[in-house]
Antibody
Framework: EVQLVESGGGLVQPGGSLRLSCAAS????????MNWVRQAPGMGLEWVSY????????YYADSVRGRFTISRDNVKNSLYLQMHSLRDEDTAVYYC????????????WGRGTLVTVSS | EIVLTQSPGTLSLSPGERATLSCRVS???????LAWYQQKPGQTPRLLIY???SRATGIPDRFSGSGSGTDFTLTISRLEPEDFAVYYC?????FGPGTKVDIK
């Protein structure tokens, strides 16, 4: 089955760190660029970070640049998001999403993992 | 920086009616990179339309996309009960704020 499964979310104090993982299966992970997208409670979708097939191109949203690091392991078929200096406003469900090979649409999404930043 | 504006914020309609959702992009872009998503409460976003007018796999033909330049439209020809949801447009790495389609 083609799927993405996120893990690693949880409760963390402001200023803390967390590492999210996304396990890909059912497709050739190394052939797709990947993204992290988040959704705060009751809010819309916010793109967070992008990584190309071989990690040569990486982008971040302004809101997380310098605090979050995206990476991937094409041998382990996994995507990661290392988050540091977490703030209350980082509280959200974090989704990993696969980019289409033909355009910039996000054609496959995981179910998400909840990150709660609170003291 | 590209900004996407969606209107209306909320659309109240009855099943069987036609829904027309708008997405305006702050600068003219290739229609190849405009996508629409549906998200139901508690569920993951689902790709509906890519390249402005192409339906994703498994999407019913009552969903259609159109537009070019800075103005794009998602049309649901006849609303089914399962279509009441929030719809987002996306251009490159930017999402619009969403339009909620709820039951009148």
């Amino acid at each position: 089955e083609v799927q993405l499964v996120e893990s690693g979310g949880g409760l963390v104090q402001p200023g803390g760190s967390l590492r999210l993982s996304c396990a890909a299966s059912g497709f050739t992970f190394s052939s797709y660029s990947m993204n992290w997208v988040r959704q705060a409670p009751g809010m819309g979708l916010e793109w967070v970070s992008y990584i190309s097939l071989r990690s040569s191109t990486i982008y971040y949203a302004d809101s997380v640049r310098g605090r979050f690091t995206i990476s991937r392991d094409n041998v382990k078929n996994s995507l990661y998001l290392q988050m540091h200096s977490l703030r209350d406003e980082d509280t959200a469900v974090y989704y990993c999403a696969r980019t289409s090979q033909y355009d910039w649409s996000f054609e496959l999404w995981g179910r998400g993992t909840l990150v709660t930043v609170s003291s | 920086e590209i900004v996407l504006t969606q209107s209306p914020g909320t659309l109240s309609l009855s099943p069987g009616e036609r829904a027309t959702l708008s997405c305006r992009v702050s600068q003219s872009v290739s229609s190849s990179y405009l996508a629409w998503y549906q998200q139901k409460p508690g569920q993951t976003p689902r790709l509906l339309i890519y390249a402005a007018s192409s339906r994703a796999t498994g999407i019913p033909d009552r969903f259609s996309g159109s537009g070019s330049g800075t103005d794009f439209t998602l049309t649901i020809s006849r609303l089914e009960p399962e279509d009441f949801a929030v719809y987002y447009c996306q251009q490159y790495l930017t999402f619009g704020p969403g339009t909620k389609v709820d039951i009148k």
